[in-house]
T-cell receptor, first 112, second 117 residues
Framework: AQKITQTQPGMFVQEKEAVTLDCTYD???????LFWYKQPSSGEMIFLIY??????QNATEGRYSLNFQKARKSANLVISASQLGDSAMYFC?????????FGTGTSLTVIP | DAGITQSPRHKVTETGTPVTLRCHQT?????MYWYRQDPGHGLRLIHY???????DKGEVSDGYSVSRSKTEDFLLTLESATSSQTSVYFC????????????????FGPGTRLTVL
């Protein structure tokens, strides 16, 4: 069975500091994709970053990087130099075949 | 931004009434999805479509039906709404890259907040 686990319901980080949001996944499919989405209080789902199961290097998009550890089945999101606008819910997701599976999310609060 | 709209954006209805939510895309993407979002559950897939008139069930499909008669429209119907279907409903689309579907990214509509009294 496919599964995504986010074990941190809430996180706090000081402005300008880096923060890591944890995500572990479980699948027997050798081909899959891992995604992170941001959901601010306004409610929209914003795509942040993608990592493919066959990608050798960790994905980076600006201040976002995905720490992909395939043997441990983890896909943690690292946000560098946190900003107040980073306060939001963050969801990890996995695609296998035609379906996406989402974790329960981590609420990040950036403290001035 | 991906061209995805959802209508209505908010709806309040009564138990037992039928409800239809509409998702419209202007991206000509092959795949369309309906999710519901509830506190503590993240997003859960209700149904998805991989082409016109081609649909399949997701994790929480009971009580819901879908139809896709055109590439751009994907309808979600609650035949007889119940209070347990009070939720925020998101539509999403993805292009589907054929030989490497795992590389595809999913983009979301703005959501519909449904309240069943």
């Amino acid at each position: 069975a496919q599964k995504i686990t986010q074990t941190q319901p809430g996180m706090f980080v000081q402005e300008k500091e880096a923060v890591t949001l944890d995500c572990t996944y479980d699948t027997s499919d050798p081909s899959y994709g891992l995604f992170w989405y941001k959901q601010p209080s306004s409610g929209e789902m914003i795509f942040l970053i993608y990592q493919g199961s066959y990608d050798q290097q960790n994905a980076t998009e600006g201040r976002y990087s995905l720490n992909f550890q395939k043997a441990r089945k983890s896909a943690n999101l690292v946000i560098s130099a946190s900003q107040l606008g980073d306060s939001a819910m963050y969801f990890c997701a996995m695609r296998t075949g035609n379906q996406f599976y989402f974790g329960t999310g981590t609420s990040l609060t950036v403290i001035p | 931004d991906a061209g995805i709209t959802q209508s209505p954006r908010h709806k309040v209805t009564e138990t037992g009434t039928p409800v239809t939510l509409r998702c419209h895309q202007t991206e000509n993407h092959r795949y369309m999805y309906w999710y519901r979002q509830d506190p503590g559950h993240g997003l859960r897939l209700i149904h998805y479509s991989y082409g016109v008139k081609d649909t399949d069930k997701g994790e929480v499909s009971d009580g819901y039906s879908v139809s896709r008669s055109k590439t751009e429209d994907f309808l979600l119907t609650l035949e007889s709404a119940t209070s347990s279907q009070t939720s925020v409903y998101f539509c999403a689309i993805s292009a589907g890259s054929g030989s490497i579907p795992a590389t595809d990214t999913q983009y979301f509509g703005p959501g519909t907040r449904l309240t069943v009294l």
